[in-house]
């Protein structure tokens, strides 16, 4: 082929061995017949992988995988480490074109726009052989403007026009990665199982989630396919425990009975946080029968306004009975994803979060159970109709973390909290232009940390704050004008925003909240 290519994920390699996404992208480059070397960051330092030798700075191209805006910054360490010139603008000839793909790049390209050479917005298997194509190219210049020919990349320099999201059509015809490695000296995050996709995509629109925007439309795999994977999976990986990969895991019409079909089988079974409306007796008891001894659920909110502000209008009758169905099956351990922190929730909101949640405490400890909780403050991300809001007023929505865990731990649940100096930093990333990359390079360089940012933000000379305000309506936000989303105009944007808007103003006048238990 003439070309080398390698695939760089800012985190350690058990982190990296939990991502289908990375499975996907290296099994589909050696399916064509590329041996694809694997950096890792592990302390700091960079790991290669023992099976491809080589130095970083000889390869064609390298594929840097960004879940999430905070590897931005471990990111620039990396290329520092290999010696490769971080800005783009200082790359020559024989420097490897750096390509990054992954939801947060998806959503808001532009803070990493002078770092890489070119940016995937959308899935990958679409693009797989063109990339092979245009990476085949003899030079560095004729690679970039391949790479700018073909659809879902945008290549800074080269890109003319909005770029349009690629995605897959049919999943039931696609690659997918039968063999995932798993080291016997490494174990995954979430352990030794088979990672099966069953669904990709959301269609319930909840207004605040990224990944159900930009991954639309839901897909499904059907059960023949499921199964034949399933069963492949299983005995090339020599594993005994599937881990079902989904936003939205029992919308797909075949969930029961793939779910069926692998405790039948004598499986292990781990089913993702789901939707708490779609838990029934039965498919609590299949879960049970897979030996998973926990569920998750996330119903974000107590108050009756925010949940359909936010368009997840549960209730607390739908999340007692789902957990009520659960220790009826005999799991006994729940978890809980809590939000706060959305622009017009009151301190009643608030209180009736704490509520729903020792109500389940209650109902949990009553069966011998356990309740956990991760509770996040709400950070407006790109490409959904809450990115117009910024996160103004953090002293308020921290003094919001910290009484939701008081009142919390007072009745014995334990809560994880995410930090709000770090809630801060993921918002002002994701919420950035293009100036936002040479304040992650110099903030990379000092060390990472809160008040780093801040300084190299300040050094820079860029004003983060900007980034951390709520937008006008009006305001069209910077990826607008280099992204386009199929599904998703900045129009229908806006249109659910102003609903989200027009709920969280509604308090003291008759909206039809259609929640049970919630009073209209």
Same mark, same amino acid.
């Given at each position: ?18 991502? $289908?996404? #990375?499975?996907?992208?290296?099994? +589909? !480059?050696?399916? &064509? =017949?590329?041996? /694809?070397? %694997? ?30 805006? $905070?590897? #931005?910054?471990?990111?620039?360490? +990396? !290329?520092?480490? &290999? =010696?490769?010139? /971080?800005? %783009? ?30 940016? $995937? ?400």
């Amino acid at each position: 082929m003439g070309y080398t290519v390698a695939l760089a994920y800012p985190s350690e390699e058990r982190v990296a061995l939990s991502s $289908l996404a #990375y499975f996907i992208i290296t099994g +589909m !480059l050696e399916e &064509m =017949g590329l041996g /694809v070397r %694997r950096y890792y960051l592990e302390n700091r330092e960079i790991k290669i992988s023992e099976r491809y030798r080589g130095s970083p700075k000889s390869n064609t191209a390298i594929l840097v995988s960004l879940p999430y805006e $905070l590897m #931005y910054g471990d990111m620039v360490r +990396m !290329l520092d480490l &290999m =010696g490769i010139p /971080v800005f %783009r603008s200082s790359r020559g000839d024989q420097d490897p074109i750096i390509i990054a793909g992954g939801p947060s790049v998806t959503a808001n390209p532009l803070p990493v726009f002078d770092i890489v050479d070119a940016i $995937l917005i959308g899935e990958f298997e679409p693009i797989a052989e063109s990339l092979d194509y245009a990476l085949s190219k003899p030079t560095r210049a004729s690679r970039l403007r391949a790479l700018s020919e073909i659809e879902g990349f945008l290549v800074p320099g080269y890109t003319e026009g909005l770029v349009r999201r690629v995605y897959v059509e049919d999943l039931d015809n696609v690659w997918y990665p039968i063999r995932q490695e798993m080291p016997e000296n490494i174990e995954p995050v979430w352990g030794r199982a088979f990672l099966l996709e069953t669904t990709r995509g959301c269609a319930r629109g909840c207004r605040f989630c990224m990944e159900g925007f930009i991954f639309k439309p839901r897909r499904d795999k059907s059960f023949p396919k499921l199964k034949e994977l399933l069963d492949e999976g299983v005995a090339v990986n020599r594993v005994s425990k599937v881990s079902f990969y989904s936003l939205i895991f029992f919308d797909n019409p075949a969930a029961d009975k793939i779910l069926e079909y692998s405790v039948s089988k004598g499986l292990e079974v781990s089913v993702p946080s789901l939707r708490v409306e779609t838990l029934n007796p039965k498919r609590a008891e299949l879960i049970a029968m897979g030996k998973q001894r926990t569920i998750t659920i996330a119903p974000e909110t107590g108050s009756c306004v925010v949940a359909k502000a936010i368009l997840k209008p549960i209730g607390k009758i739908r999340t007692l009975e789902a957990v009520h169905y659960a220790l009826e099956a005999g799991i006994r351990n729940i978890k809980l994803y809590l939000m706060t922190g959305f622009p017009g929730e009151t301190w009643d909101d608030v209180r009736d979060t704490i509520d729903l949640s020792i109500d389940i405490a209650k109902t949990v400890r009553s069966r011998g159970g356990v309740v956990k909780a991760t509770l996040n403050p709400l950070m407006p991300k790109p490409s959904t109709p809450l990115q117009w809001l910024g996160l103004e007023g953090a002293s308020e929505v921290e003094s919001k973390l910290e009484y939701i865990s008081r009142e919390l731990r007072k009745n014995n649940i334990e809560v994880s909290t995410f930090n709000i100096d770090w809630a801060i930093l993921e918002v002002a990333i994701a919420r950035g232009g293009i100036e936002t990359g040479r304040v992650i390079v110099e903030w990379a360089r000092r060390g990472g940390g809160f008040k780093s940012f801040m300084k190299s933000a300040e050094t820079i000379g860029v004003d983060i704050s900007l980034n951390l305000r709520t937008w006008s309506i009006d305001y069209t936000p910077p990826w607008h004008e280099y992204i386009e989303h199929p599904y998703d105009s900045i129009r229908d944007l806006r249109r659910e925003y102003e609903l989200y808007s027009s709920i969280m103003a509604s308090r003291g006048r008759n909206i039809r909240l259609n929640i049970p238990g919630c009073v209209e």
